[in-house]
C-alpha cells in the first residue's frame, strides 16, 4: 500500500528564490534612469509643465508601484509553490488534500477591496484637480480643430491665428512649421475647444492631458502652464485620410513675449475671431441653397 507522503529534505528554495527575484527586479530596473522612475516613465518634459501633472504623476507611480508589489509577491508564491510542493522520486500517493484556509481566504478578499478603494478614491481626488478644475481662467484660448489642422482665437486680445495642414515628407521640417499655440507662463488658462466638422481629440502629451472635441459638444480645459518651453501636439482621434498631419505645437512664453506675439498677430491684420461661419454644416436648412 502506497504510504502518505512525507515531508521532503528541507532545503532553502525561498531563500533562492527571494534572492533570483531581487537580482531580477535590480536588473530590470538598472536600465531606468532615476529621472524615467519619477516620472512614472511618463515624457521628461511633463515634469512640472502644468500644475495638474504632478497630480497624475503621483497617482500613476503609486498605482503601478503598487500593482508591481502584489504582483512580484503572488509570482513569488506561485514560484516557491511549484518548487516547494513539487512532486519528488520518491513520493507515493496523493499529497495531503486542504479543502479550504480561512485566513487565505480572507486574505483573497480583503486584499482586493483594499486595492480597489483605494485606487478609487485617489483617482476621485485627483480628478477633482485636474479634469474637474474649473479655474476661471485670466487669459481665455480659443481652440478649433477642423480636417485637418487648428484655429487659435485669443479671446483676450481679439486676435486669431488660422492653421493650415501640415504636410509630412519624412523629415522633423514640416512639423516645426506647424500651426503654433502660445501660452503664457503661470497664467490661469481657460482653452475653449470645438471642432468644426467631425471628432477630433487635443492632446498635449507633456500635458499628461487629453480632451476630445464632438462637434456640437464644446468643452474647456483649465490648467496653468508653469514651465516655458516648446512642447508638441497632435489629434489623437482618427479623423480621416490626414490624421497623421494634424499636428500644432505649443509654446509656453513670458508675458512679455506673449503679448509681443498676439500684437504681432494685430499687425498682420489677423483681429476679430474665428467664429462657426467657418463650421462645416452637417444639416443644412431644407430648401437652402447647395
Known amino acids: 500500500m502506497d504510504s502518505p ?3 521532503g529534505p528541507g532545503r532553502s528554495w525561498a531563500k533562492r528564490l527571494g534572492t533570483l527575484g531581487a537580482v531580477a527586479v535590480l536588473a530590470l530596473l538598472s536600465g531606468c534612469t532615476k529621472e524615467q522612475v519619477s516620472t512614472g516613465f511618463f515624457p521628461a518634459e511633463s515634469k512640472g509643465a502644468t500644475n495638474h501633472t504632478e497630480a497624475y504623476t503621483s497617482l500613476w507611480n503609486g498605482a503601478w508601484i503598487a500593482l508591481l508589489i502584489v504582483g512580484l509577491i503572488v509570482w513569488g508564491l506561485i514560484l516557491w509553490s511549484m518548487v516547494a510542493y513539487r512532486r519528488r522520486k520518491n513520493d507515493r500517493g496523493l499529497p495531503v488534500q486542504l479543502r479550504y484556509s480561512m485566513p487565505i481566504e480572507i486574505l483573497f478578499t480583503v486584499t482586493p477591496v483594499i486595492l480597489v478603494l483605494g485606487f478609487f478614491f485617489q483617482s476621485v481626488q485627483v480628478m477633482e484637480q485636474t479634469t474637474d478644475d474649473t479655474t476661471p481662467g485670466d487669459q481665455v484660448i480659443e481652440v478649433g ?3 485637418w489642422a487648428w484655429d487659435f482665437n485669443y479671446v483676450n486680445q481679439d486676435v486669431y491665428f488660422a492653421g493650415t495642414q501640415v504636410h509630412l515628407n519624412g523629415s522633423e521640417e514640416p512639423g516645426e512649421k ?3 499655440l502660445y501660452l503664457p507662463v503661470d497664467t490661469d488658462l481657460e482653452i ?3 471642432s468644426r466638422d467631425v471628432i477630433h481629440s487635443f492632446w498635449v502629451p507633456a500635458f499628461l492631458e487629453k480632451r476630445d472635441m464632438i462637434p456640437g459638444h464644446d468643452q474647456s480645459l483649465h490648467l496653468r502652464a508653469e514651465k516655458e518651453g516648446e512642447y508638441v501636439g497632435k489629434c489623437a482621434e482618427l479623423c480621416g485620410e490626414y490624421h497623421s498631419e494634424m499636428l500644432f505645437n505649443v509654446k509656453v512664453v513670458s508675458q512679455e513675449e506673449f503679448e509681443d506675439y498676439t ?5 498682420q491684420g489677423n483681429t476679430g475671431q474665428l467664429g462657426p461661419e467657418y463650421d462645416r454644416n452637417w444639416y443644412p436648412k431644407e430648401g437652402a441653397e447647395k
Open 263 to 267: 500684437q504681432s498677430l494685430a499687425d
Open 145 to 147: 480643430a477642423k480636417q
Open 192 to 194: 475653449k475647444l470645438h
Open 178 to 180: 506647424a500651426p503654433t
Open 5 to 7: 507522503n512525507q515531508a
